[in-house]
């Protein structure tokens, strides 16, 4: 599957973005999916992750309350609306895909190429 994420952009502390993956190939709906984050100078951390029928998600304690995913797998389309966005939230976000639901960054097999999100005090 490939993965093409897109929605980033600029935005003042307390806005909100949605950040959009759109997947290509076959069987979307039998891939979990995730969002990370990576901020300049740390590592890759997990945002979220929804199971393969999005009846399941989990969220990192930064975002939990803020983040919500979603996907339609009518779309092949995996979506992160971010409210209440803080300047920490500030990183290049990557959708991702695995076989199974995971909350490991090395189990997730397919990658989108990232979307920076900039979130101004």
């Known amino acids: 599957v490939q993965l093409q994420a897109s929605g980033g952009g600029l935005v003042q502390a307390g806005g909100s973005l949605r950040l959009s993956c759109a997947a290509s190939?076959?069987?979307?709906?039998?891939?979990?999916m995730a969002w990370f984050r990576q901020a300049p100078g740390k590592e890759r951390e997990l945002v979220a992750t929804?199971?393969?029928?999005?009846?399941?998600?989990y969220y990192g304690d930064t975002v939990k309350g803020r983040f919500t995913i979603s996907r339609d797998n009518a779309k092949n389309t995996v979506y992160l609306q971010m409210n209440s966005l803080k300047p920490e939230d500030t990183a290049v976000y990557y959708c991702a895909a695995a076989h199974f639901d995971s909350l490991y960054l090395n189990e997730y097999d397919y990658w989108g190429q990232g979307t920076l999100v900039t979130v101004s005090s």
């Open positions: 190939g076959r069987a979307f709906s039998s891939y979990a």
């Open positions: 929804i199971s393969r029928s999005g009846g399941v998600t």
